[in-house]
């Protein structure tokens, strides 16, 4: 007797007749079994017929397939799914997170791309929200020499800007969390929040462009007048050392500084001058960020679901996911094959083998004899057993 060559590797024209319908060999409904039976036997491997391991990390197996991850995934003939040690994982992987137990870890990661495109992005996010909130709240702290004008003067713009830094920095810290641990939900957040921040960057620009160039004399006419108070208008006076608006007889807080006999000049053109330079630079710097924050909103909204090579979450489609029904059918299958291509001894000595390997004994699923499936393939009915 000829020795046989390993089961499945040549596409014999029984595969169609085993695989033809669910129905006619188990009675099941083709909704009760997973879409993966149509794939076999492609998917039956020489770790079935032999008792060695699979594959160990470091040992090659040039009879397997690589179970895919990374760029490799996208090689024609590479499966999709991911398994427990492949690269570029969409998750945390590491011990401290809830990797494997033990601490162990993938040897090496690459990253991608658009990983690295999303990684300059945040760098450049963080410095300029952290360096916009530093100085927003050394001007809430008063540590500049004028800074108390600002709070008294411009206290709507500076709680917009303190808002829009705290929310960049925040945002930011987002992203981080989201490209080192390869987390697309995280990005989803991180790219709509990042419009959120754009909004909040060009609202105080707007507003100190606007109130510069539409008659700024008028507006803080207006303001010393109706919205400041006396307590505004002392602040103001003691930090530009002048004492009331046109001189210390219009509109002055009486000061040790300030009274009627005061040599003081009046504040009106030292505010107004003082007022003209803040709101300048203050929309300047606000519009010369608007380039970078849209350029860290287009890096987010193309490379965000592309932090790692694989589709999506890597998870199995529900119609392709294995039950008991399933399982019956892919043993029923692979049984009926071998015992026409090996025999039924043989047959029954790899079924034996395969049921200690994939431990189907223990999960309690219905696996068809070799001797019945020999049988049944001429009488196109099959019988189960259980051990």
Same mark, same amino acid.
């Given at each position: ?14 595969? %169609?007749?085993?695989?033809? +319908? ?8 083709? *909704? ?11 998917? $039956?491997?020489?770790?079935?017929? &032999?008792?060695?391991?699979?594959? /160990? ?6 009879? @397997?397939?690589? /179970? ?46 658009? *990983?690295?495109?999303? =990684? ?9 929200? @952290? ?33 829009? %830094? ?5 945002? &930011? ?7 080192? @641990?390869?987390?697309?939900? $995280?990005?989803?957040?991180?790219? $709509?929040?990042?419009?959120? #921040? ?11 462009? !606007?109130?510069?160039? =539409? ?9 010393? &007048? ?6 505004? /208008? ?11 608006? $046109? ?10 500084? #300030? ?7 009046? #504040? ?18 606000? =519009? ?14 193309? #490379? ?13 489609? !529900? ?16 049984? +009926? ?10 047959? %029954?000595?790899?079924?034996?083998? &395969? ?33």
């Amino acid at each position: 007797m000829a020795q046989p060559s390993p089961p499945f590797a040549s596409g014999n024209d029984g595969r %169609s007749q085993n695989n033809a +319908s669910p129905r006619s060999e188990t009675g099941l409904l083709p *909704k009760d079994v997973s879409l993966s039976v149509n794939y076999l036997p492609t998917k $039956f491997s020489s770790g079935l017929l &032999s008792s060695t391991p699979r594959r /160990r990390k470091g040992q090659a197996d040039s009879e @397997l397939p690589k /179970r895919g991850g990374g760029r490799e995934a996208f090689k024609s003939g590479e499966a999709r799914m991911p398994a427990e040690g492949d690269e570029d994982y969409d998750g945390v992987t590491g011990a401290w997170f809830g990797g494997k137990e033990g601490g162990h870890t993938r040897p090496r990661m690459r990253w991608n791309k658009f *990983k690295w495109a999303l =990684f300059v992005a945040n760098i450049f996010l963080c410095i300029y929200a @952290l360096t916009g909130l530093i100085f927003c709240l050394l001007t809430w702290f008063d540590v500049f020499e004028h800074a108390d004008i600002v709070r008294v003067g411009n206290r709507t713009e500076l709680i917009f800007s303190t808002v829009a %830094s705290a929310l960049a920095t925040v945002v &930011s810290v987002l992203g981080w969390a989201g490209i080192l @641990l390869n987390n697309r939900s $995280f990005l989803a957040v991180y790219t $709509f929040l990042l419009w959120i #921040c754009f909004a909040m960057l060009v609202t105080p620009g707007y507003l100190t462009y !606007k109130q510069r160039t =539409f008659n700024l004399e008028g507006k803080i006419n207006s303001q010393w &007048s109706r919205i400041l108070g006396a307590e505004g /208008r002392l602040r103001i006076q003691n930090r530009l050392h002048c004492c009331g608006y $046109f001189s210390p007889f219009i509109e002055a807080t009486v000061s040790q500084t #300030c009274y009627a006999r005061s040599v003081l000049p009046g #504040c009106k053109e030292a505010y107004l001058d003082f007022e003209k330079n803040v709101l300048k630079i203050w929309y300047t710097i606000a =519009f010369s960020l608007v380039p970078l924050q849209i350029a860290i909103m287009v890096a987010g909204l193309l #490379c965000s679901n592309h932090i790692t090579y694989r589709f999506g979450k890597g998870m199995m489609p !529900k119609a392709y996911r294995l039950s008991m029904n399933s399982m019956a059918v892919i043993m029923d299958n692979y049984a +009926s094959q071998l015992a026409e291509q090996y025999g039924s001894d043989v047959a %029954s000595e790899i079924l034996a083998r &395969s049921r200690s390997n994939l431990h189907v004994d223990s999960m309690g699923y219905m696996v068809p004899s070799a001797t019945s499936t020999s049988a049944g393939t001429s009488s196109g009915r099959h019988e189960y057993r259980t051990d």
